[in-house]
């Protein structure tokens, strides 16, 4: 009988998977998760990102008791057929549990390409259209002379992109820290974040900012979904003046529809796409009018093979790309961002991250930046590799995000999508 999972085709070569692991480490404080997949070929493994960090136990088991039998066995070249093999296999396809597995195998994928070519991935993508891909990094205080503090520093240090946050009183600021202190005693949760407050301190910021850094920086700021529509028009109406480089996030994705009417209303662009968990969804922001820069999480929307797709229809239509990539990617996916970065015409900014050097120690060739800029690494594949002995000094445990989320509430206790 012809087993069903075996090679649909004569492959190119005898070459075969032989394994499909996954490896959590938490190096910089942060669950991260990886693929890796082995060859018949000894030696010859690759890696890939698959890190949602607040739920990775549900990842781990999708990789390593649904995917990896479907896997093993294969020829690693059919990139996309084992793509849309682990897609339709579930049936009810993507989420972020889902895409998360099929990126980690995606990425390991071509990594085992690239190595087998002797070629940077970003060659096997059609080869560079730059050199080197500028970034944004983040600066959030408790005060607004504390976040320009950090600006300042950051200038000095070669970035042209900052992000500005500010602690707002109570559990709820995000990108800064949060302030113990009660924004309302005589409220029913006094800890409470205020949507009134918030509109009224970010121009406050950013006015200061321009004040004190001058008009040569780019400024960014990351609203993080909290916003109705009509308040998101108010607050992109209010930096107007501080001529932002992008808005981000101002609507939930339950309210992405409405994006198109806030875009249009805005003065300032508009960047979404980290919450994107389908390519349906992350296929509409790019096409639907909604946004300028389009910034998905790719292995939430299923890897290289999904993104570089996302690139191409936004150099169509005029969509930049903003990848994101802060602590909760991993440097394989950092990788996999600076490969489209350097590769696209669509290519905007890079988020990035500095790595601390346990996650170097872990992952060498793990990116650094710099002046502000991340390079592509020339070596063949994502040219990162993997110790896991020191992977397994650095254990995770379950994210904090989920005490974070549980304390972002408004002042009358409800919820807020933090
Ligand atoms: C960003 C994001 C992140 C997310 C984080 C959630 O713009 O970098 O908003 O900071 O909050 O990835 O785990
Ligand atoms: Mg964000």
Not at 21 to 50: F, K, M, N
Not at 168 to 192: C, F, I, N
Request: with cysteine; proline share 6%; glycine share 12%.
């Amino acid at each position: 009988m012809i087993e069903t999972f075996d090679q649909p085709w004569e492959a190119v070569s005898d070459l075969r998977i032989t394994g499909v692991r996954a490896i959590v480490t938490a190096p910089g404080g942060i669950p991260l998760v990886v693929v890796r997949i082995d060859t018949s070929e000894p030696g010859l493994y690759g890696l890939g990102c698959a890190t949602f960090t607040q739920r990775w136990k549900a990842v781990v088991t999708v990789i390593e008791e649904h995917l990896a039998r479907l896997l093993v066995g294969r020829y690693p070249g059919d990139i996309e057929d084992l793509g849309r093999l682990a897609r339709f296999s579930a049936y009810w396809r993507e989420g972020p549990v889902g895409n998360n597995a099929i990126s980690g195998v995606d990425q390991a994928l071509w990594d085992i390409l690239g190595k087998r070519a002797g070629l940077p991935v970003h060659e096997l993508l059609g080869g560079k259209v730059r050199a080197a891909a500028d970034t944004y990094t983040h600066a959030g205080g408790a005060t607004v002379e504390e976040t320009l503090d950090q600006a300042e520093a950051f200038i000095e240090a070669g970035w042209r992109h900052v992000r500005l946050q500010v602690s707002q009183l109570g559990r709820g600021s995000y990108g800064a820290p949060s302030l113990v202190g009660m924004t309302d005693a005589g409220a029913p949760y006094p800890h409470g974040w205020q949507v009134s407050e918030y509109l009224r301190r970010t121009p406050e910021l950013f006015a200061a900012a321009r004040a004190r850094l001058g008009d040569q920086v780019e400024l960014l700021h990351d609203v993080h979904s909290r916003l109705s529509p009509k308040q998101a028009v108010t607050l992109a109406r209010s930096l107007e003046d501080y001529r932002l480089f992008f808005l981000e996030d101002v609507l939930a994705p339950e309210l992405w529809d409405q994006l198109p009417g806030v875009r249009a209303a805005s003065p300032v662009p508009i960047a979404v796409g980290e919450l994107a968990t389908s390519m349906t969804d992350a296929t509409r922001l790019v096409l639907g009018g909604g946004v300028d820069l389009i910034r998905c999480h790719i292995s939430a929307i299923g890897g290289l093979s999904a993104a570089r797709k996302l690139a191409a229809a936004a150099e169509l239509v005029g969509v930049r790309t903003a990848w994101h990539s802060p602590g909760d990617t991993s440097p394989i996916g950092a990788a996999a961002n600076i490969a489209l970065d350097v590769t696209s015409a669509a290519f905007g900014i890079q988020e990035c991250h500095v790595y601390p050097e346990p996650v170097h120690e872990v992952f060498p060739g793990t990116p650094r930046v710099v002046n502000g800029w991340w390079y592509p690494n020339d070596e063949p594949g994502w040219g990162i590799a993997i110790d896991e002995e020191a992977a397994a000094r650095y254990p995770a445990e379950l994210s904090g995000h989920d005490a974070w989320a549980a304390g972002v509430r408004g002042i009358d206790g409800g919820l807020i999508a933090p």
